[in-house]
């Protein structure tokens, strides 16, 4: 049986039948490796726990989107993807073709992709979409006549891209709407006519935009459930 010996507080495992008694590794080494390792099977566990609860459409999507360097959550209970995250991978307007396969989803993350308005055309057909995230895309305008549709959207971020007044008229049909980020893009004090009809609205971004501190003040007004914020860009 190898020897033990104890240095400073962990235990050292010798060879006795090796001429110089060549000391293995230290014990809280192997337990800190130990752990690792079961973490590590824990998640390959889980993730082949969640494939199995899917369907044969909804794993091949899940599959196909992992490819890509998506995240996908799975809600145990009703055995559906429920959130997809892409975020700064290379999906493109036609990955997004595949999200038909997963018509359960309620939150997305599209931040930092190649996507265009194209694209949202098939994010539209995601009734049960609550969380959307564009921003840093390509998107402008007319991809709002698509996210429009999404009736029960509840946050959606448009952060970084070339949305204008024109395009926040096609939101306003989004009666559900509690968050609107709108961060560096080229809205000005005309298109806050459009969120004045978003009443359920509880906080609007506005940093780096073309929104004068009156105007704002004027929707505070108006919506004063809404939390306004035209400093610091989240």
């Not at 194209?118 to 057909?125: I, K, M, R, S, W």
């Not at 459930?225 to 989240?234: N, P, Q, R, V, Y």
Request: glycine share 6%; charged share 25%.
């Amino acid at each position: 049986m190898p020897a033990a010996y104890r240095v400073r507080g962990s235990w050292n495992f010798t060879n006795p039948w090796a001429s110089d008694k060549m000391t293995i590794m230290p014990f809280n080494k192997w337990l800190a490796f130990g752990a690792f390792a079961l973490m590590i099977l824990f998640l390959v566990w889980m993730v082949s726990q969640q494939a199995r609860y899917l369907s044969d459409e909804e794993r091949g999507a899940a599959q196909y989107f992992r490819a890509l360097g998506g995240k996908l959550t799975v809600d145990s209970s009703s055995r559906v993807v429920t959130e997809l995250d892409l975020f700064n991978t290379r999906t493109s307007d036609a990955d997004l073709a595949r999200l038909r396969e997963l018509s359960a989803l309620r939150k997305l993350v599209l931040d930092t992709t190649a996507i265009t308005d194209q694209g949202l055309e098939h994010v539209a057909a995601l009734t049960e979409l609550e969380v959307l995230y564009v921003g840093n895309t390509k998107i402008s305008d007319d991809g709002l006549k698509a996210i429009g549709k999404i009736h029960r959207l509840r946050e959606l971020y448009l952060n970084n891209t070339a949305v204008t007044d024109v395009g926040l008229t096609y939101l306003t049909g989004l009666r559900e709407l509690r968050e609107l980020h709108l961060n560096s893009t080229k809205v000005t004090d005309k298109g806050l006519a459009s969120v004045t009809r978003l009443t359920k609205l509880k906080r609007l971004q506005l940093a780096n935009t073309k929104v004068t501190p009156e105007a704002a003040r004027d929707l505070s007004q108006l919506l004063p459930d809404c939390a306004i914020a035209m400093g610091t860009k989240e």
